[in-house]
């Protein structure tokens, strides 16, 4: 099953992340089935990458906060939608996580309401 696939839950994310580890807390005390991508063990591709993106822009994935959007500069000069999907694609950290994804829907980050929203379970 594909993380396209209408039933299955996408996470992608990093352990040391706190909220990566809020979402699947979340998700483990609604008894949700996910399935999880470390990307800091195994980076995402340059296919897998595209594949998240779609139609949408690069920018809604860059996570500013992160040391590797301030070593590139882009806290100076924000990145173009293709700076910022190049750097992705040469560096996981830059995006923000989690993501989460349900068929062609996806939430980026920790929001709870938002999440429950995704599953179909408000709080």
Known sequence: MTASSAG??????????SKCSRTIELL???GVAYDYREYSDRPLT???IHQ???DRSP?????PGRQAY??????????TAEQALQGILEDNNLLVRPILIRGDRM????DEEAIRELLGRPA
Request: proline share 5%.
């Open 107 to 110: 939430v980026l980050g920790w």
């Open 52 to 54: 998240i993106i779609g």
């Open 46 to 48: 340059a296919a897998e």
């Open 8 to 17: 299955c839950l996408q996470v992608y994310g990093k352990s040391t992340c």
């Open 70 to 79: 301030k070593d590139r500069g882009f806290d100076r000069n924000p990145p």
């Open 28 to 30: 483990n005390i609604l």
């Open 59 to 63: 920018l809604e994935f860059i996570n």
